[in-house]
């Protein structure tokens, strides 16, 4: 397929340009036009353009991807640049989508992992400059905060932090944004929820959510930001029939 389908059809199916996010979303680095061979990854990181190279991929999809407002401009050197000179070497396309693939109801990280720990009745949730950021819902049977950050930690396979007023008792209502939104439990508290569902936490935030009555949930910032480019990939295969892979990362955090 060419490059501008693909371009076109991500573009259709999580509206990016809606957003305004931390980064550019979409085509980041362009490579190749022709496409026959797509990565997935959470990360565009040095492991992860480096695989994707040696598996003959044209392209990368990633959801963090090499470009943040906050690193402000950079030069092409040191590690910075080994990632960078990899994807212009072997024509390496990368596309990459932040808050469009956190927020999107079907393929979204938070309403994937909702989906996985027993969450219905979805709807959006967080915002960031007036545009959502999550889902929250409903447990479909309620779980005390202590077998809640059990399933979890099943679901995710990664160690579960835990602030909680009391971790015997039962919660229902839930508000999820994956990664590193650690201070948005006040939202959570705002909108009258029980609990709140992330990938980090801070010291002062274990403190302060469950002193305002907050179930707080911490279970790493990549592995609760797995879920949308799998998904991601599944909807690729399944509609362009293109050769697939994912590339995953040990990282604990």
Not at 175 to 198: E, F, V
Request: aromatic share 8%; net charge negative.
């Amino acid at each position: 397929m060419h490059r501008d389908e693909l371009n076109r059809y991500f573009n259709d199916l999580l509206n990016p340009s809606s957003f305004e996010d931390y980064c550019p979303n979409g085509l980041q680095i362009e490579g190749s036009e022709s496409i026959q061979k797509v990565a997935f990854a959470v990360s565009a990181t040095r492991d992860s353009i480096t695989q994707a190279a040696n598996l003959g991929a044209d392209t990368l999809v990633v959801h963090h991807g090499l470009f943040w407002h906050f690193h402000g401009t950079r030069t092409l050197t040191g590690s910075f640049a080994k990632r960078i000179f990899p994807l212009v070497k072997h024509n390496i396309n990368l596309f990459a989508y932040h808050l469009p693939l956190d927020a999107h109801p079907e393929v979204g990280n938070a309403a994937l992992l909702g989906q996985l720990i027993g969450c219905h009745q979805q709807g959006p949730f967080g915002d960031y400059k007036g545009n959502p950021t999550g889902i929250e819902g409903l447990l479909e049977q309620p779980l005390s905060a202590k077998e809640l950050a059990l399933k979890l930690h099943s679901v995710l396979n990664h160690d579960v932090i835990i602030a909680s007023p009391d971790e015997n008792q039962l919660i229902e209502s839930i508000g999820i944004i994956t990664g590193g939104a650690n201070s948005h439990w006040a939202l959570a508290q705002k909108a009258g929820l029980d609990a709140y569902i992330t990938g980090e936490i801070s010291e002062h935030d274990w403190h302060e959510s469950q002193e305002n009555g907050i179930h707080m949930f911490a279970g790493g910032h990549y592995a609760t930001e797995i879920f949308g480019v799998l998904a991601l990939m599944q909807k690729i295969q399944m509609h362009f029939h293109l050769e697939c892979v994912f590339i995953d990362s040990d990282n604990p955090a």
